[in-house]
């Protein structure tokens, strides 16, 4: 998408672990993410890029997070730019919670998963679609011969995802040459034609060889991800695979790609 219908992020944290792992969960999800380990840092980045939104560490060295809130807040035009709290100190004092409620401020507390942090952001940027994130919604295509595992997975990703199935995998072909979805999801051990070979033959295919493919297999063979690779596949991922793990690998071959 153009860089102007990007909403940009600043996260403020002296933590570089913190603020690294915050950025690549932020940044899969389309945001342009600005980062600075100190309040100094951060006021600067506000002159120059002008946040839509501020995730903002609360106990900070030299300048906390307060009262970085309230320089923020001086500046006339940040007067209204939202800003959540993210920290691990359970026991804020009751001035401080007060001070930062006054300041527009909302608190939240580490640690965060990657729903968690997207839902926050998403809080802060609000309804106006002048702010709010402008990224269409992926199409995933899952391709799984077993109805439980394929209905587990559709349920869990639906809400990031507009989900499209098969059962089989010449149908998988079939969906995937027709509705060229942004990922495809891919069982290995189906009947008749199995993931390896319909992996093959997406891949083979001038419509949807560039899709990419996510391979995943109950079977433990080092030498699987080779033949994952030879066959075009993006990566190949060991069953039961946790839903959190899978969303991540799907963001992540899709803006790879």
């Not at 939202?82 to 608190?107: H, K, M, N, Q, W």
């Amino acid at each position: 998408m153009p860089p102007s219908q990007r909403s940009t992020i600043l996260i403020v944290d002296d933590d570089p672990g913190v603020t690294q792992s915050f950025a690549r969960m932020l940044a899969l999800e389309g945001y342009d993410v600005h980062t600075a380990l100190n309040a100094q840092t951060a006021l600067r980045d506000v002159d120059t890029s002008s946040p839509d939104a501020i995730l903002l560490d609360l106990r900070m060295p030299l300048v906390d997070g307060l009262a970085f809130l309230r320089q923020l807040r001086a500046r006339e035009n940040q007067r209204e730019t939202p800003v959540a709290i993210i920290t691990g100190d359970y026991f804020v004092d009751d001035t401080v919670t007060s001070a930062l409620r006054e300041l527009g401020a909302t608190i939240y507390l580490k640690p965060l998963w990657l729903e968690d942090l997207v839902d926050i952001t998403r809080r802060l940027l609000g309804p106006n679609p002048d702010r709010s994130l402008s990224v269409r919604r992926l199409n995933l295509l899952l391709v799984d011969d077993c109805v439980a595992e394929r209905d587990l997975y559709e349920a869990a990703l639906a809400t990031d995802f507009n989900i499209l199935t098969a059962a089989r995998g010449d149908e998988g072909v079939s969906v995937a040459t027709r509705a060229h979805p942004d990922a495809i999801v891919l069982d290995v051990m189906m009947p008749g034609i199995d993931g390896w070979e319909t992996c093959t033959r997406i891949k083979s295919h001038p419509d949807t060889e560039d899709i990419p493919v996510i391979l995943l297999t109950g079977a433990d063979d080092r030498d699987l991800s080779q033949h994952a690779m030879a066959v075009g596949a993006s990566v190949l991922l060991r069953k039961p695979c946790p839903t959190d793990q899978l969303r991540a690998t799907i963001h992540a071959v899709v803006t790879k790609h």
